[in-house]
């Protein structure tokens, strides 16, 4: 069983930053890939940004050159720095966590972004 809990959403302008931090805990030794996903209300969950254990990255379009995603694995944390955020990035953003030998994605509580224009 692995648990995720995400910190650093907020209410910023438009142009401003944030930083989401996702702490796991429970089976860490098993979590491979992790990542930020959002939704927007009426909308289906988007990937935002994944990482793996080794530091590849990957992120949405939307938000290539303004969100970088990256990993602490002494800490066994995920962070997401989001600058120059957009009204359109507002949603609640949640913390993945795949353990693939079981074939099973964990999900964080979600934390909420809203940018103001």
């Known amino acids: 069983q692995v648990r995720l809990v995400e910190s650093g959403g907020g209410l910023v302008q438009a142009g401003g930053s944030l930083r989401l931090a996702c702490a796991a805990s429970?089976?860490?030794?098993?979590?491979?890939?992790m990542g930020w996903y959002r939704q927007a209300p009426a909308n289906q969950r988007d990937l935002v940004a994944t990482i793996t254990t080794g530091g590849s990255t990957n992120y949405a379009d939307s938000v290539k050159g303004r969100f970088t995603i990256s990993r602490d694995n002494a800490k066994d944390t995920v962070y997401l720095q989001m600058n120059s955020l957009k009204p359109e990035d507002t949603a609640v953003y949640y913390c993945?966590?795949?353990?693939?030998?079981?074939?099973?994605?964990?999900w964080g509580q979600g934390t909420q972004v809203t940018v103001s224009s």
């Open positions: 993945s966590a795949l353990v693939a030998v079981i074939s099973t994605r964990y």
């Open positions: 429970g089976s860490i030794f098993s979590i491979g890939a």
